[in-house]
């Protein structure tokens, strides 16, 4: 158990509607980043959030946008989706905002399905 | 544009034997690297990482090798046991962007 929960852990749904997801952060941890994994591809980065305020961003698409609360917890909205965003999505949380020995902790994802 | 690459999907060991992971990058910026484990319904979980300015990171039976001219990097488990049985990734750092790059992902199979 690496600390981090994301809700839910899986979410089905059809292509228009608008999802939310949601995860905490371990206890302490101030940095918060969502990823993407679709079939058989590695993690594309979304976007990371440090104590609040956006840090960095990926390739993440203007229907996806994402915040972090002043209790830490971060959402993940998307909209108007597609069939392509079928995918699993990971939160992680981590001390500081990067660095290389700066671990990530991975949250069990959600699988979002689109049909 | 993939600028961390591993191209190996798959590779099978004996248990006991060493098994070698490949890590390609385009990026001379990145300044550290980074390799994760993921089990199936799991999220990835951090093994071990090697900052740019090293060739050499060991921590018990995983070493990370990081070879700068080649831009190639490789993860070493020694001794393979089945529970090395997982999907790993490789990860890169740029402190310019504050951005984690991640391969594809290599399926390590260890047979008993």
């Known amino acids: 158990d690496s600390g981090v929960t994301q809700t839910p852990k899986h979410l089905i749904t059809a292509t228009g509607q608008r999802v939310t997801l949601r995860c905490s952060p371990r206890s302490g941890d101030l940095s918060v980043y969502w990823y993407q994994q679709s079939l058989d591809q590695g993690l594309q980065f979304l976007i990371q959030y440090y104590n609040g305020e956006e840090r960095a961003k990926g390739n993440i698409l203007e229907r996806f946008s994402a915040q972090q609360f002043p209790d830490l917890h971060s959402e993940l909205n998307l909209s108007s989706l597609e069939l392509g965003d079928s995918a699993l999505y990971f939160c992680?949380?981590?001390?500081?905002?990067?660095?290389?020995?700066?671990?990530?902790?991975f949250g069990p994802g959600t699988r979002l399905t689109v049909l | 544009d993939q600028q961390v690459k591993q191209n190996s999907p798959s590779l099978s060991v004996q248990e006991g034997r060493i098994s070698i992971l490949n890590c390609d990058y385009t990026n001379s910026m990145f300044d550290y690297f980074l390799w994760y484990k993921k089990y199936p319904a799991e999220g990835p979980t951090f093994l071990i990482s090697i900052s740019s300015i090293k060739d050499k990171n060991e921590d018990g039976r995983f070493t990370v090798f990081l070879n700068k001219s080649a831009k190639h990097l490789s993860l070493h488990i020694v001794p393979s046991q089945p529970g090395d049985s997982a999907v790993y990734f490789c990860a890169a750092f740029d402190s310019g962007t504050y951005k984690y790059i991640f391969g594809t992902g290599t399926r390590l199979k260890v047979l008993a």
């Open positions: 992680a949380s981590s001390v500081r905002p990067g660095g290389g020995y700066n671990e990530q902790f």
